[in-house]
């Protein structure tokens, strides 16, 4: 099972910019889609965006415009780089791998202060 680290976390002022890393295990990474989610507290896990074998990305609506989804195999990393942060971002961040059951990281903490 392939073994998920985040990074990149921390304290911004609202719009300012984070870039978040999942660096990933495994020589399978290649084939399959890495997404992000994310809870804030007293909330459920919500999906923010996915980025296909194919590089095919899809966004939740809102972070569309703001956030970017990428990855480079060579290196099994993924990223999501955060712009126009807002307060409304602030949450748990999780890198997620979909092969089986699906790979969980152990989340990267993102605060926007107003």
């Known amino acids: 099972q392939v073994q998920l680290v985040e990074s990149g976390g921390g304290l911004v002022q609202a719009g300012g910019s984070l870039r978040l890393s999942c660096a990933a295990s495994g020589s399978t990474f290649s084939l399959n889609a890495i997404g992000w989610y994310r809870q804030a507290p007293g909330k459920q896990r919500g999906f923010v965006a996915i980025i296909g074998s194919s590089g095919y990305t899809n966004y939740a609506d809102s972070v569309k415009g703001r956030f970017t989804i990428s990855r480079d195999n060579a290196k099994n990393m993924g990223y999501l780089q955060m712009n126009s942060l807002k307060p409304e971002d602030t949450a748990v961040y999780y890198c997620?791998?979909?092969?089986?059951?699906?790979?969980w990281g152990q989340g990267t903490q993102v605060t926007v202060s107003s």
């Open positions: 997620r791998y979909y092969e089986g059951g699906g790979s």
